[in-house]
């Protein structure tokens, strides 16, 4: 967007409202009269003689901040808590509010901007609510969605409806996405035109076809320790060394393959692929962590552990809640 003087501008001061003493007693304020709160609350820390940390920031600055908090978001949402559940939505609410408060300062936009784009978007996309398009199934739904949302790309990049350019459904995926995020996004926008599995079982099968290719190119023993490996080298060159990086990047590929399938059968099964990893990665977490604490109460440190007895206490862990 252009820059330009916003509608309105945060007020510079906080209202009577944003004192909690000033409100009726046992009358809780609308939505309405609590946003405003927090949009004045945020614009007094930014104004002078406010907050020396919050004027320091810029949409640089808190780039990091607005990730960690969606992080922490998902945190709560997982750990049942609807306290903190409620407390980290707000922490998200309010790197919103900061930085569109930052974008108006500048006359980029302001918050009425970012609401109006969501809500005129929202009934844009819904034509089956608003409008007279049918839908009847959620997969009718998401087609639709995915249509609007490419003549909204076509509509944003000067092209007429009808131009004879046709803009990738997955040109829009964030290339800076994580991997194993970006998987998700591909496939679930290709499953939304209809182009998906039938079945749980055709995705295992395929599974199953990925790991078998991965076992035809995967080397007969594992890699070499580094000072084997180095004398290896000294004594293999030429065309030995280009066949061993070939076989290198056939297994890098092949088990990209098998990663992304495995993101598929996610994806298939109603789940998120990352947020799935990550309870898959707290669980190790926590089994590795009473690994060590069992091998040191029995008196050495894990790392100087049989593998045999790291294999028990494995097993063991597994047990444990």
């Known amino acids: 967007m252009s820059a330009r003087k916003p509608r309105r501008r945060f007020k510079k001061k906080p209202s009577a409202r944003t004192n909690p003493r000033r409100r009726a007693p046992n009358k809780r304020p609308s939505p309405g009269v609590l946003f405003e709160d927090l949009l004045a609350l945020q614009a007094r820390l930014r104004a002078p003689g406010g907050c020396p940390w919050d004027r320091e920031q810029t949409h640089a600055s ?11 978001v998902l945190d709560a949402m997982d750990s049942g808590d609807s306290r903190k559940f409620a407390s980290e939505l707000g922490d998200l609410l309010l790197q919103i509010v900061f930085h ?65 350019k046709q803009e990738s459904l997955l040109g829009s995926v964030p290339r800076a996405l994580p991997a194993l995020m970006e ?43 580094d000072d084997h490996a180095q004398a290896n080298s000294d004594r293999k060159r030429g065309s030995s060394a280009h066949s061993t990086s ?41 089994r590795f962590q009473w690994m060590e ?27 444990q809640r």
Do not use: Y
Request: aromatic share 6%.
């Open 100 to 164: 569109a408060l930052i974008a108006s300062e500048s006359g980029q936009f302001d918050i009425c901007d970012v609401i109006e784009a969501i809500h005129t978007k929202m009934v844009r996309r819904h034509p089956h609510v608003f409008g007279d398009v049918k839908a009847k199934t959620s997969a009718q739904v998401l087609k639709n969605w995915e249509k609007l949302k490419a003549e909204e790309r076509r509509s944003e990049s000067g092209e007429g409806k009808h131009a004879p």
């Open 62 to 72: 808190l780039r990091t901040f607005l990730l960690e908090e969606t992080h922490e």
């Open 246 to 286: 070939s076989a290198t990047s056939s297994l890098a590929e092949e088990i990209g393959d098998l990663l992304f399938t495995a993101a598929n059968l996610a994806r298939f099964a109603g789940l998120d692929p990352e947020i799935t990893l990550k309870k898959a990665n707290r669980k190790f977490t926590a």
């Open 293 to 319: 604490q069992e091998a040191q109460r029995r008196g050495a440190p894990l790392a100087d552990t049989p593998r045999e007895t790291m294999e028990e206490l494995w097993n063991a862990s597994k047990a």
């Open 183 to 225: 998987a998700h996004q591909l496939t679930r926008r290709a499953a939304n035109i209809g182009f998906d599995w039938t079945r749980l079982e055709e995705v295992l099968e395929k599974l199953e076809e990925e790991i078998q290719e991965i076992r035809q190119v995967a080397p007969a023993s594992p890699p070499a320790s």
